[in-house]
């Protein structure tokens, strides 16, 4: 059984081998039969990858012990969403996962770029098949995961418990969605190099991918996020954690590369930048999966101990990024630039928030990597932590933020900054008046916080106020003005539904950050603490038996004002014996936006026990942002131009009363 | 056991999925802990947060319910009791631990380049952009050639 998927998974490998030459030699000799192997060999190979994953995964299922892979991180007492999902929570497994979607992306090229040009096409699928080859050898001769065992054991190891959550069944297949779906976005970036050809028409081809891809790892980021804070036990809900920062850099590379995409597809500027940063997004999902799967970000001398894994990963990294900017280098000259415009215009907008975000994402790069350099030339250990990026990500982003909603509302090629600012005026009052409530109701210390308060208005207001002036606002009645709204194209929609999430999440951040209430303190039952107006008495203690699990609980009841139960939190510390290990499993209450969150320590000497509980304003706010940019992205996805497979021929008729929409 | 499955399991230690670097429930500031005086416990809770737990993985002390945060907190408690200054009390802990335990790196001739990359790249980047700017306009005409109108028109129609 399981030396069907080790099979299948070697055939998998041989197809990549044909997809990445066959395919590319008819492009160069115009061989339209060669070219048209890319496709089947494309979508073969995928069915192969996901024929080892699904053997791995019932491996995983029946608790097959002799494959060394599933003893090592499964236990048959496990629940079985866990025994499924756990089938990717180790390092051969995600690999394979990794694979997985990289192949499942190239099959989408395969089946939905029936229109593009045949040659693109073929070159594109190849790309993708030298990727697929890399990391398929990769799997076979480093991290095979259908290693068998002799004798097979009776039990397993089981999975490390943190892992053991919902999150690990929706957090790594959604990340690694938006980390490979910039593979597209690269090949399609290489191929163009490959041809020396490139227009705005590789940008609507590009988009759709970069769409996709993007949403994806939002949604992927945002939902380890969240994981991190509920099961963590401290409420936090972004560390700057090297490992955090690999997948954080893409998705900054990739908002800038989508932004940069919508010049290149409308006014044919920007296109050797564009290209550059598909090569570069791509690049650094590329550098994450090195730096987490090496095991390089522990320590340098970890890595040195086992390097097998780590030289063939870093090899892989040279050979693709070292390979694609020298092409980059040899090629970019022949390419033309495009179209010019004025610094005030909407192009002009979306260089500075390019500038922005790369910067950013060098910053976030630099710190990452600067403690291994450091450790490297000198010798010594620093650390690069939260305090370091609040300090220089931050200021950063205030601009840019600041610029947002001027960018939707500037015309193209030449815009008017003064007309655009009016429009703004409303944005800008309510983004004012929010100032003037926090200091004055909130908080009268709370300067920075207050305007961060404002900005959030500000980005949320501002991406209203560009639905408004597109649908005719204030120019036609109404009526017409509603039929407009509705009329507009869904990449307008999709814009505004990002940057008001963007606001949402810059929202969210500040209010925790800056009004965040903590309380520390040791209970015995009966007793009560009391947290920003919210009253929570210790109940009592329970264990409770879990299927792989001992847990002990702690019930806090909730009062209201005249002292009467008006909820219940549960927070409880579990060990799983197999492991022996702890973890927290926080009580958290949504009231509102806000959620007040319990976490439990350890029984003092004297019978009481040490709580610690948060009041967490708003706090709901940084994932539902993110969740909006994620629908924006979907959004956006599904307007009629830029549907996954490119452009039609075939004519499109324009939206009644949407010129001012269309520019 | 199988020896080679044993020598495999060593490797695990890093997982794609961050939450792998912590092993266990934080708990950081015990209730003794805290100072009496709100504005001392306020500098010492902010200077935590700037202290790496040396046992942990990227984890201040603040947050680290690790013994070794414990001793340092208190530490960090004892020296501000003391009357020492923010930057005596994070020279103290620097003696005594290296600056490993610093997580925001002193400005210094090894760090300049950690600290100089966002201004570095945010004036190189908007010189580049301003001279490209000002290049175009010299070089390229203000408006397209009917044929590449043409092409545009054809591109924006499909």
């Not at chain 1, 190239?106 to 089946?111: E, F, K, M, N």
């Not at chain 1, 039929?483 to 606001?503: F, K, M, Q, V, W």
Request: aromatic share 10%; glycine share 10%; net charge positive.
């Amino acid at each position: 059984m399981v030396e069907v998927g080790h099979f299948a998974l070697v055939l998998a490998f041989a197809l990549a081998l044909v997809q990445s030459t066959v395919p590319l030699v008819g492009a160069k000799t115009g061989d339209e039969r060669m070219m048209a192997v890319a496709g089947p060999v494309t979508v073969a190979g995928f069915a192969m990858v996901a024929l080892a994953f699904a053997v791995l995964t019932i491996s995983y299922a029946r608790s097959d012990f002799s494959v060394a892979n599933v003893w090592e991180n499964s236990h048959s007492l496990k629940p079985m969403l866990y025994k499924i999902t756990g089938t990717w929570g180790n390092h051969e497994g995600s690999m394979l996962l990794w694979v997985l979607i990289l192949t499942l992306f190239g099959s989408l090229v395969a089946i939905f770029g029936a229109n593009l040009p045949a040659s693109l096409r073929a070159t594109v699928l190849a790309v993708q098949g030298w990727i697929g080859t890399a990391f398929l050898l990769f799997i076979l001769v480093t991290s095979n995961p259908f290693v068998r065992l002799s004798p097979a054991p009776i039990e397993g190891q089981d999975l490390n418990p943190v892992l053991q959550d919902i999150g690990l069944a929706i957090h790594p297949p959604l990340l690694y969605l938006g980390y490979v779906g910039f593979s597209v976005c690269f090949s399609f970036a290489v191929a163009a190099l490959i041809d020396g050809r490139i227009d705005a028409s590789w940008a609507r081809w590009v988009r759709p991918w970069t769409l996709a891809a993007w949403a994806f790892l939002t949604g992927g980021i945002a939902m380890g996020s969240y994981w991190a804070y509920y099961e963590l036990g401290w409420g936090g809900f972004w560390f700057w954690d090297p490992v955090e920062n690999a997948s954080f850099m893409p998705w900054l590379a990739g908002t800038a590369l989508l932004h940069s995409a919508i010049v290149m597809e409308k006014r044919s500027a920007l296109k050797i930048w564009t290209l550059l940063l598909a090569i570069l997004t791509f690049s650094l999902s590329l550098l994450g999966t090195f730096l987490v799967r090496s095991g390089v970000l522990t320590s340098v001398h970890a890595f040195a101990t086992d390097p097998s894994r780590g030289i063939f990963i870093l090899c892989i990294l040279m050979v693709f990024i070292g390979g694609s900017l020298a092409l980059f280098a040899l090629r970019s000259s022949t390419l033309t630039p495009g179209g010019i415009f004025h610094p005030i215009s909407r192009e002009g907008a979306l260089v500075l928030n390019n500038l922005f975000l790369t910067t950013a994402t060098a910053t976030v790069l630099v710190g990452t990597l600067y403690p291994l350099a450091v450790e490297a030339l000198w010798g010594e250990k620093i650390s690069v932590g939260e305090p370091f990026f609040n300090l220089t990500f931050g200021p950063l982003m205030v601009p840019l933020l600041v610029l947002v909603p001027f960018g939707p509302l500037l015309a193209w090629k030449r815009g008017d900054a003064t007309a655009a600012a009016q429009r703004l005026m409303t944005a800008f009052a309510g983004a004012f008046l929010a100032v003037l409530v926090t200091l004055l109701f909130v908080d009268k210390t709370a300067v920075l916080a207050a305007l961060g308060v404002g900005l959030s208005v500000w980005l949320v207001l501002g991406a209203l106020t560009d639905l408004a002036f597109k649908a005719g606002f204030g120019s036609v009645p109404f009526s017409t003005m509603l039929r407009r709204l509705r009329g507009l194209p869904r990449s307008i929609y999709g814009t505004a539904l990002a940057h008001l999430g963007l606001g949402l999440t810059t929202l969210g951040i500040v209010g925790v950050m800056a009004f965040q209430t903590e309380n520390i303190l040791a209970m015995k039952p009966g007793q009560t603490a009391e947290i920003s107006g919210h009253v929570l008495r210790f109940e009592g203690m329970q264990p409770v038996q879990g299927p792989n699990y001992t847990e002990t609980r702690a019930r806090f009841a909730l009062l209201g004002a005249g002292g009467q139960v008006s909820g219940e939190i549960v927070s409880s510390k579990r060990f799983y014996p197999v492991r022996q290990m702890p973890t927290t499993e926080a009580g958290i209450r949504t009231m509102g936006l806000s959620q007040l969150y319990v976490s439990i320590g350890d029984e003092t000497s004297d019978g009481s026990l040490v709580v610690r509980i948060w009041w967490k304003p708003l706090v709901t706010l940084i994932w539902g942002g993110a969740l909006a940019m994620m629908l924006g992205g979907a959004v956006s996805l599904f307007d009629r131009r830029l549907r996954v497979g490119a452009p039609s021929k075939r004519q499109r008729p324009m939206p009644k009363g949407a010129e001012t929409a269309t520019p | 056991m199988n020896g080679y499955a044993m020598k495999r399991n060593g490797a695990f230690a890093c997982l794609l999925l961050f939450l792998m670097a912590w092993t266990g429930p934080a708990f950081a500031v015990l209730p003794g802990e805290a100072l009496p005086d709100p504005a001392l416990e306020a500098r010492a809770r902010a200077l935590s947060a700037e202290l790496r737990c040396m046992v942990c993985q990227n984890q201040s002390i603040d947050l680290s319910d690790a013994e070794l945060a414990h001793d340092l907190r208190l530490i960090v408690r004892e020296r501000l009791k003391a009357g020492d200054t923010d930057e005596q009390v994070l020279d103290y802990v620097v003696s005594r631990y290296g600056e490993f335990v610093l997580l925001k790196p002193r400005l210094n001739v090894r760090n300049a380049l950690l600290w100089g990359t966002p201004v570095l790249i945010l004036l190189a980047g908007g010189l580049f952009v301003v001279l490209m700017a000002g290049k175009r306009r010299k070089t390229r005409p203000e408006t397209l050639t009917s044929t590449e109108s043409a092409a545009l028109d054809e591109i924006l129609r499909r």
